[in-house]
T-cell receptor, first 112, second 111 residues
Framework: NAGVTQTPKFQVLKTGQSMTLQCAQD?????MYWYRQDPGMGLRLIYY???????DKGEVPNGYNVSRLNKREFSLRLESAAPSQTSVYFCASKTGMNTEAFFGQGTRLTVV | QQQVKQSPQSLIVQKGGISIINCAYENTAFDYFPWYQQFPGKGPALLIA?????SEKKEGRFTISFNKSAKQFSLHIMDSQPGDSATYFC??????????FGQGTRLTINP
């Protein structure tokens, strides 16, 4: 049982390049989330998807787009990467009213 | 602005001591308060959680104390062990979906 799987684990981008972070969960969860983790800032919610077909902005959505491809997959896209987007990105999922969120192992992204 | 404020940012405790991490919030719509534990290179994992109608919850060496009137809650780790060294995040749930986190506390337990 893999849980929440994120790809890639590491990525270096040049300013202005684009990329998509992939996330897949095999727990049949309805809700999926993207967070970024920065020193001293904790985990900040970028976007979330309460169910297949819906997405909503979190605390820090600027510069990002998301796609809930199906119930299993939720991707995060950076259209034009900026150094300020250097961070560790975490995907998470949970069932609708269940209170525990399960996290992936993270993607460490560096924008130079 | 951070909806959940956590302190301290880092904490060093001797083995066998008590580790205490504090969090405060303003939004009275929060209805669930979990703590997550994160080891280096891993994603956060749920440690213990409390609802606002309960003042204290204990699971083994871990206790959450909740003060609804002060809008504060804290994590106490009794008999702290080197294996407890990790980053701890408090969080608060708003509605069924949104989970917001504090800034995190890096805990080091010295042997």
């Amino acid at each position: 049982n893999a849980g929440v799987t994120q790809t890639p684990k590491f990525q270096v981008l040049k300013t202005g390049q684009s990329m998509t972070l992939q996330c897949a969960q095999d727990m049949n969860h309805n809700s999926m989330y993207w967070y970024r983790q920065d020193p001293g800032m904790g985990l900040r919610l970028i976007y979330y998807s309460a169910s297949e077909g819906t997405t909503d902005k979190g605390e820090v959505p600027n510069g990002y787009n998301v796609s809930r491809l199906n119930k299993r997959e939720f991707s995060l896209r950076l259209e034009s990467a900026a150094p300020s987007q250097t961070s560790v990105y975490f995907c998470a999922s949970k069932t609708g009213m269940n209170t525990e969120a399960f996290f992936g192992q993270g993607t460490r992204l560096t924008v130079v | 602005q951070q909806q959940v404020k956590q302190s301290p940012q880092s904490l060093i405790v001797q083995k066998g001591g008590i580790s205490i991490i504090n969090c405060a919030y303003e939004n009275t719509a929060f209805d669930y308060f979990p703590w997550y534990q994160q080891f280096p290179g891993k994603g956060p994992a749920l440690l213990i959680a409390i609802r606002p109608d309960v003042s204290e919850k204990k699971e083994g060496r871990f206790t959450i104390s909740f003060n609804k009137s002060a809008k504060q809650f804290s994590l106490h780790i009794m008999d702290s062990q080197p294996g407890d060294s990790a980053t701890y995040f408090c969080a608060a749930r708003q509605g069924a979906q949104k989970l917001v986190f504090g800034q995190g506390t890096r805990l080091t337990i010295n042997p």
